[in-house]
């Protein structure tokens, strides 16, 4: 009785699980949809294979001050709390560093791969010319790497080293998971792509996927290494609690209120561009939710942000690069963004770099995703290593 007892749990959990993926993903794709369809526009032309933006058809709103001001006060009145938290802060801050370990080889040799690619990306060497295309690829790799070993010099671990099969499902998923931004940045063409005229659909969709499956690697790397100073997120632990009595009800809720505002955002697209960040992260979030699919989510609850601020925080810093190496590519990336397209840094517009911190809790959303669909556990001493509690 007790073993059919635990059957039924477990078929029913399965079919809760499938029922909140299938729903996030007729909400996450629908939903932009559904805004075209109101808007009377043809929606075939969304759906073509892969979805690539390489010039704009859209007329978008001009600087205003006004936005520019506006939204900034908004950044501002978020971060703010964080960092005067952890600027007030006094409290002691146990190191994980590892003294008596040295750097790798191999981190040496990410070292060398990330400067080799940075300089093909960058310089146009005639020999080189065939494959000046396809270069983004290489110092994410050397990136990757580099993090990793790091890491390991610190803590005595890596993804690398200690967790091969996690990072291998972060490769894998992360161009699925970057390949539905592009799709979504059809509907407001908030950036499109430069010198790929060359490429057909699906010679650009095999190259792009390359870089793309790096996102999710470096994001969730570098969470980790930001994870091994402790006092980078100092106080953030005792923090705003974010009590939730019926979370499965709330999640649901929100959702739909996610849903009903992505599908404004083509609609409304030099109003509501900043929806293509924020919605994705709440409907994900709401269906892990829904499944009960273990995340650092449940930690707010309790007034623990250290995992949201760290991997918002990575996802900056892994910004910062993708739009420095950009900046000189041959085939790379410019940006249109309404209301506040100005004070650039590189391609970006300075205040368009916040769309990265919700991108980055997304980013650890995924990876608590992929170690759910692994069954890599946990370990089973908390405290064991630095991200026994948070590994995402």
């Given at each position: ?26 909400l ?15 929606t ?17 709103a ?95 671990r ?47 969709f ?9 996102v ?27 009590p ?30 900043p ?47 993708w ?13 249109s ?26 980013c ?29």
């Open positions: 009785m007790y073993f059919t007892l635990l059957k039924v749990q477990s078929c029913m959990k399965l079919i809760r699980s499938i029922i909140s993926a299938v729903s996030a993903v007729i996450l794709t629908g939903a932009p949809l559904l805004g075209i369809y109101l808007a009377g526009q043809e075939t032309k969304f759906l073509e294979f892969p979805p690539l933006t390489t010039s704009l058809t859209k007329e978008h001009p600087f205003s001050w006004s936005a520019f001001y506006l939204l900034i006060t908004v950044i501002l009145l978020i971060i703010a709390p964080f960092i005067i938290k952890i600027f007030t802060t006094r409290q002691a801050v146990k190191s994980a560093v590892n003294q008596k370990l040295r750097f790798p080889v191999w981190g040496w040799g990410g070292l060398l791969i990330m400067a080799a690619g940075w300089v093909l990306a960058w310089a146009r060497f005639p020999w080189f010319s065939q494959l000046q295309t396809h270069t983004f690829t290489i110092p994410w790799i050397g990136y990757i790497i580099l993090i990793n070993g790091i890491i390991y010099k610190r803590t005595g890596s993804l690398i080293t200690h967790q091969p099969l996690y990072l291998a499902g972060l490769f894998l998923f992360s161009a699925v998971f970057w390949w539905y931004f592009e799709f979504l940045n059809q509907f407001v063409q908030n950036w499109y792509y430069v010198n790929v005229e060359a490429l057909g659909r699906m010679e650009f095999l190259y792009a996927t390359l870089p793309f499956a790096t999710l690697p470096a994001v969730i790397s570098t969470f980790r290494l930001l994870k091994t100073f402790p006092g980078l997120s100092r106080g953030l632990d005792h923090f705003m609690s974010v939730v009595n019926r979370p499965k009800t709330a999640a649901i809720i929100w959702s739909l209120v996610a849903a009903g505002a992505l599908s404004f955002t083509p609609l409304l697209y030099d109003y509501l561009f929806v293509l960040w924020l919605s994705p992260l709440v409907i994900i979030a709401s269906a892990m939710i829904i499944a009960d699919v273990p995340t650092f989510l449940r930690n707010i609850t309790k007034g623990n942000w250290t995992t949201v601020y760290l991997l918002a925080i990575s996802a900056l810093i892994c910004g910062f690069f739009e420095m190496w950009n900046y000189y590519s041959y085939t790379r990336w410019e940006y963004v309404p209301l506040v397209h100005s004070f650039k840094v590189f391609e970006m517009p300075v205040l368009g770099y916040a769309g990265y911190l919700p991108f980055g809790v997304q650890g959303l995924m990876g608590c995703l992929v170690r759910s669909m692994l069954k890599t556990n946990r370990s089973s001493h908390a405290g064991a290593h630095p991200f026994a509690e948070t590994e995402c």
